[in-house]
């Protein structure tokens, strides 16, 4: 059973860039596509993007110019870049890792809260 | 744009229950790419229904799944305890890739 295990700076003022990654165990890494999504207080849920082991990548066309996918496969983890938060950008993070275009993984969330 | 909608937004049922949930597509969609998932308060979504009627690895066979073109229902034929959380319906796009979820229907207890 995948095990997605998250982390990042969880604070940030705006324009800052949030920062997360992911790391991926128990499982093999270049079986599935890993994706980031976000989830606001009392919201819904927005997929961000996802990248697969080779680096190929896809976003969401509303979010596309403000984020970078990066992933190492060496370490099993992906990463999240998303540049000059507003309190817009206020939610639960999640990386989680999909199969079949179904997310069947989920990391546990980091919440980014972003104020000045 | 493409858009799922659920209804209804909350639903009042008793132990026991059926629960009928409903996600309508703007646009008639791949029926291989209808998902559903359950998530708890304070905690990640968890898959329920992938391929619009197969149950992921564990899930009660008290859910079910159902529907086609741009109507789509999540059945859970006698809601139990736990049952009660957020519903989310989801698909997935190719052209180009992208993820859309539907706004959410709130079961809770009656």
């Known amino acids: 059973q995948v095990q997605l295990q998250q982390w990042g700076a969880g604070l940030l003022k705006p324009s800052e860039t949030l920062s997360l990654t992911c790391a991926v165990y128990r499982g093999s890494f270049s079986d599935y596509y890993w994706s980031w999504l976000r989830q606001p207080p009392g919201g819904g849920l927005e997929w961000i993007g996802e990248i697969n082991h080779r680096g190929s990548s896809s976003f969401n066309p509303s979010l596309k110019s403000r984020v970078i996918i990066s992933v190492d496969t060496s370490m099993s983890q992906f990463s999240l870049k998303l540049s000059s938060v507003t309190a817009a950008d206020t939610a639960m993070y999640y990386c989680?890792?999909?199969?079949?275009?179904?997310?069947?993984?989920w990391g546990r969330g980091t919440l980014a809260t972003v104020s000045s | 744009e493409f858009v799922l909608t659920q209804s209804p937004g909350t639903l009042s049922l008793s132990l026991g229950e059926r629960a009928t949930l409903s996600c309508r597509a703007s646009?008639?969609?791949?029926?291989?790419?209808l998902a559903w998932y359950q998530q708890n308060p304070g905690q990640a979504p968890r898959l329920l229904i992938y391929?619009?009627?197969s149950r992921a690895t564990g899930i009660p066979d008290r859910f079910s799944g159902s529907g086609s073109g741009t109507d789509f229902t999540l059945t859970i034929s006698r809601l139990e305890p736990e049952d009660f959380a957020v519903y989310f319906c989801?698909?997935?796009?190719?052209?180009?890739?992208?993820?859309?979820f539907g706004q959410g229907t709130k079961l809770e207890i009656k």
């Open positions: 989680a890792g999909q199969v079949d275009a179904t997310v069947r993984y």
């Open positions: 989801q698909h997935y796009g190719s052209s180009p890739p992208m993820y859309t």
């Open positions: 391929g619009t009627s």
């Open positions: 646009q008639s969609v791949d029926s291989r790419y």
